[in-house]
């Protein structure tokens, strides 16, 4: 129902990868909250007026025929036909969020339509039938029309259900046109109810058939939303909507899931039931990421390998010869001169990110292997441990949640070597180099991206802003709507 989003990277306590808890996720626990306010309600709202209202015009009313006995005239058979309603407009409505059911009213609306009539009389004075036709313009005022809508979770997805529904017609005015129609008009003057019956009844039914193409529509969106080759966004529904009288809210598991037949091991935090809070109460949606969300982003793309790349080229490429480490390790330009190098990078496991109202705090753990090429034969040397320390910074993009990341503190650590002890003093400045000019570049190409925010196709975030608070990510933002085939479709034939 634009939705989340996700930084690779987030995860929320500042614990070390070991203390991570290795707990499956429960399939029934929500770890992203989503909040619609009653301005986005009103959005909403006024969105599925002015479809309902485009879908449903030129709408045919059912053909009315009346037969009477009029004093002199005799026998007389009335028919209108061809009535057909073709303009509607709402002049005000509301939307009201209740403990049974969203309840939808337009009122003070107008409706035109046109029709044809026909009359024919017979007489025992005269032995003709005597008949005369012509068309006529009808003007509906004060209508109204309202319907409350049960909403629930069906099996994860969101089931709606018409508790309530009508349409009420308050006045009627019918002018005719041709034929001897000033004659007539007090005899067409008595079908107003049932023309009014009419109106109510056709717009109450479309209203009723409407309401069964949103639900297909909102039953049939797909419960994993796809971030790449590797992973889906589980946007699977968890519990009942939260209707409150001004907002409601909506449970979804959030978290990542692998699309390949991939193991992921569970590293998820425990923490409690996200929320939704923003300060500007005139947004009209807000979107909160709990801590696991972040954690089985990192959990799924540490699994399927991804945070493992070969570093073969710097900028300054002298770095990856070892003659650019003749000082720095000397033993190493000694036993192989002039030879060319690469790094070898991996996280030893998965990022861990403190998140709190005041920063972002990135921490990686990565190992990197020296490897010297010598003859064409990759030779591994010396291994340095790394303890990567930055800050991260996240932003909105269209429907994607995007970040970045920049070094705060680099500490080292030799885990193991083939070429005796090294001095890693020396050997700090050129890892922050790296660090600083080829790892970060390549975690904020992928991080600038960006992961979908939990939003249906159609919609857009506008003019959104970030609110981190303990351990949490929240999005408030206003959204905007383009015309979406699927979305389109379902909204174009919902009445």
């Known amino acids: 129902m634009a939705v989340a989003t996700i930084l690779l990277l987030l995860s929320s306590v500042f614990i070390s990868s070991q203390a991570h808890l290795q707990l499956p996720a429960d399939p029934n626990e929500s770890f992203t909250s989503i909040l619609i306010s009653q301005q986005g309600l009103d959005f909403v709202k006024n969105l599925l007026i002015s479809k309902a209202i485009l879908s449903m015009i030129p709408l045919k009313l059912p ?59 017979s007489s025992w004075l005269l032995p003709l039938e005597i008949s005369d036709k012509g068309s006529a313009s009808v003007q509906v005022d004060g209508m109204e029309v309202g319907l409350t809508i049960g909403l629930e979770n069906h099996k994860g997805t969101l089931m709606l259900s018409l508790m309530d529904c009508g349409c009420y017609v308050t ?68 519990d009942n909507p939260l209707l409150s009288n001004s907002s409601i809210g909506f449970d979804i598991s959030g978290l990542f899931t692998t699309r390949k037949n991939v193991p992921v091991s569970k590293r998820y935090h425990q923490s409690f039931h996200p929320s939704v809070f923003c300060k500007d109460q005139s947004k009209m949606l807000g979107i909160s990421l709990d801590e696991a969300v972040f954690n089985s982003a990192a959990a799924l793309y540490y699994d399927a390998a991804f945070m493992q790349w070969i570093v073969d080229k710097v900028p300054d490429q002298s770095l990856l010869n070892t003659a650019g480490w003749r000082f720095i390790i000397p033993q190493l330009y000694k036993k192989y001169p002039n030879d060319d190098m690469n790094l070898n990078v991996s996280l030893s496991s998965p990022p861990v990110i403190r998140i709190s109202e005041r920063n972002i705090g990135a921490t990686v753990y990565a190992d990197v292997i020296i490897d010297v090429v010598e003859a064409g034969q990759v030779i591994p040397v010396a291994c340095i441990s790394l303890v990567i320390r930055g800050s991260a910074s996240v932003k909105i993009i269209e429907n994607n949640l995007a970040g970045s990341v920049k070094l705060d503190d680099l500490a080292m650590s030799l885990k193991w070597s083939q070429i005796g002890n090294l001095r890693m003093y020396l050997i700090q ?67």
């Not at 002199?72 to 036909?81: A, E, I, K, R, Y």
């Open 171 to 238: 006045d009627i005015s019918i002018k005719l046109d041709g034929g001897a129609s000033w004659l007539y008009q007090g005899m067409i003057d008595a079908f107003e109810g049932q023309i009014a019956s009419a109106v109510e009844n056709a717009v109450a039914k479309k209203l009723k058939e409407g309401i069964l193409r949103l639900d297909s529509f909102l039953q049939a969106l797909p419960k994993e939303i796809p971030v790449d080759d590797n992973a889906s966004l589980n946007v699977t529904f968890i």
């Open 63 to 121: 053909r009315i025929e009346e037969s009477a006995k009029f004093p002199f005239l005799g026998n007389v058979h009335m028919v209108l036909s061809n009535i057909t309603i073709y303009k509607i407009d709402v002049l005000s409505s509301y939307v009201k969020p209740g403990d049974h059911g969203i309840t939808i009213v337009a009122s003070g609306a107008t409706c035109n339509l046109s029709m044809n009539w026909h009359y024919s009389y």
């Open 429 to 495: 400045p050129v890892m922050w180099t790296i660090t600083q000019t080829v790892v970060l570049p390549y975690a904020n190409a992928h991080l600038g991206k960006g992961f979908p925010l939990p939003i249906i196709h159609g919609f857009t975030v506008q003019n959104a802003e970030i609110v981190c608070s303990s351990s949490m990510v929240t999005i408030c933002s206003d959204v905007t709507y383009s015309e979406s085939k699927n979305l389109s479709s379902a909204l174009t034939r919902f009445a």
